[in-house]
Nanobody, 121 residues
Framework: QVQLVESGGGLVQPGGSLRLSCAAS????????MGWYRQAPGKQRELVARITSGGNTNYVDSVKGRFTISRDNAKNTVYLQMNSLKPEDTAIYYC???????????????WGQGTQVTVSS
């Protein structure tokens, strides 16, 4: 089995920073893309940022210049550094990864349990 475990969410004032982490564990052979999604109340889940195994990144326009995604392939971990946070960044943030398990031929899509980020004064 494979698990994605997120950490780092919380309450922060507007203009503040948070760093999210997501560690993948289990019978992992390789990991392709890793990313962060978010879902605010009453809204659809949206892609925030994504990073390939080679380090290429893409971001939703609303976070460009404020958020940075990175990964440590040796630790099977992806990070999201969030700076200059705004109230509209408030959401549950979910980690996502395409993972090939040992003994399996295909990449499968995995999700973390989600971590709450609240930006409020």
């Amino acid at each position: 089995q494979v698990q994605l475990v997120e950490s780092g969410g919380g309450l922060v004032q507007p203009g503040g920073s948070l760093r999210l982490s997501c560690a993948a564990s289990g019978s992992i052979f390789s990991i392709k893309d890793m990313g962060w999604y978010r879902q605010a109340p009453g809204k659809q889940r949206e892609l925030v940022a994504r990073i390939t195994s080679g380090g290429n990144t893409n971001y939703v326009d609303s976070v460009k210049g404020r958020f940075t995604i990175s990964r440590d392939n040796a630790k099977n971990t992806v990070y999201l550094q969030m700076n200059s946070l705004k109230p509209e960044d408030t959401a549950i943030y979910y980690c996502n990864a395409l993972i090939k398990r040992v003994g399996v031929r295909i990449y499968e899509n995995y999700w973390g349990q989600g971590t709450q980020v609240t930006v409020s004064s």
